[in-house]
């Protein structure tokens, strides 16, 4: 009865409540937020590299100067957030002042709890974002050289709308109430205004309704994507981890009931043992005999193992037979016969291709004379489900 109670635990549905799905939700927000951080230092630094690669190119003092000054005003900011996100956090801790590395791809968040991390984290991609939309449309529109220094000028609005897309859908991370809210009209308002003076009134509406309908589009698909697959992967993991416990579990079970247990193919060949059936029968995979059928005392022995190993992948359902075992001792020579009964089960092999039909059958052994009739009844019953 507690083996079946066990296997009825273990086998039934893992329940999934409010406060599991609440659980998911934020731990993908703190891991997505982390994420999108990352990506926006990468942003950073390739944006840096790539701007003061075109200023020496240009060979112009005056766009290199310009590319140094914006991007210091940006870094800056980035810290100075960092500095108020610390300081509300933790007001009586000291602040631990960025070094060159921080100034280039941003503050690290190593000393952040999960909490006020993913919060600075969103916070640092959401003045990013602003700071992109001012500076592809109208803030530095004027200046000597596009302060993310992609396109000409000429360009401006195409160029705002890829990179808004690319970034804050692909790279960044932003609550997508967040973005509804703050970015994407900002975005909007930044590329309306750009038009303001040069397109009609009809071109700037229909421009608006695009880049609403794409960026916002593409980022709603983005994050749900996203969240379903980290979701999925925290429901495998938590099923992972699940099962471990569970086959320790049975595995123990089993060690109270067995005398001794395996896994093999149709065939005797052994895939795994415990050391009990070593000790056994003299039987095992690491020396060197791992066949049931070679351990059978006699050829009518050998014969009626086989039939059972064929019976029970066949049918795939608990199976029981006495067998008469020649035990082996240390080189190999007979020590005599032993009886065991032997309960067996097929479990399908997960290591196998897709689509083939290759199974394992997990056996368990006892000594005939040390097996009793009630506890061998309710071991049939249940079977070997739970044998590794």
């Known amino acids: 009865m507690a083996v079946g109670a066990l296997a009825s635990a273990a086998f039934a549905p893992p329940v999934h409540d409010a406060e599991s799905d609440l659980d998911d939700r934020r731990a993908y927000h703190h891991w997505a937020a982390k994420q999108g951080y990352e990506g926006l230092r990468l942003v950073l630094f390739t944006c840096l590299v790539f701007r003061v690669s075109h200023a020496i190119w240009k060979g ?3 766009i290199l100067f310009w590319v140094l000054a914006t991007t210091t005003i940006c870094r800056g900011m980035i810290c ?3 500095w108020l996100v610390w300081k509300s956090a933790s007001p009586v801790e000291p602040y631990r002042r960025p070094g060159a590395a921080d100034f280039v791809f941003g503050p690290a968040i190593a000393q952040f709890n999960p909490e006020t ?3 600075y984290c969103v916070l640092a991609q959401v003045l990013f974002a602003l700071m992109a939309a001012l500076s592809c449309t109208t803030l530095f529109s004027d200046g000597p050289e596009p302060a993310i220094g992609l396109t000409r000028q000429g360009y401006h609005y195409c160029h705002a709308i890829v990179v808004f897309q690319i970034s804050q859908s692909f790279i960044l991370y932003i609550p997508r109430r967040v973005y509804l809210a703050v970015v994407l009209p900002s975005h909007i308002l930044c590329c309306w205004n750009y038009q303001l003076v040069q397109e009609t009134f009809m071109t700037r509406v229909f421009s608006a309704a695009l880049m609403a309908l794409v960026c916002g589009y593409s980022h709603h698909v983005v994050d749900r994507m996203a969240q379903e697959l980290f979701c999925s992967k925290r429901v495998c993991e938590k099923e992972r981890k699940r099962g471990e416990v569970w086959k320790g579990a049975f595995s123990g079970m089993l060690d109270s009931v067995f005398d001794a247990r395996c896994v093999c193919l149709e065939t005797g060949e052994l895939q795994s043992s415990t050391p009990h ?7 095992g995979v690491e020396r060197g005999n791992g066949n049931l059928l070679e351990a059978a005392a006699g050829e009518d022995e050998r014969a009626r193992a086989g039939r059972f190993l064929a019976d029970a992948a066949r049918c795939r359902a608990p199976r029981k037979i006495q067998l008469s075992l020649m035990r082996r001792a240390a080189d190999g020579s007979a020590a005599g016969a032993v009886e065991v009964i032997v309960s067996g089960i097929a479990v399908p092999d997960a290591g196998a291709p897709a ?4 199974v394992l059958i997990a056996l368990g052994f006892q000594l005939a004379e040390a097996a009793e009739p009630a506890a061998l009844a309710d071991v049939s019953a249940v079977g070997a489900a739970g044998i590794p």
């Open 355 to 358: 689509g083939g039909d290759a």
């Open 60 to 62: 112009d003092a005056r």
């Open 277 to 283: 059936l070593e000790q056994l029968v003299g039987l």
């Open 80 to 82: 100075l957030l960092h």
């Open 117 to 119: 991390a993913s919060c």
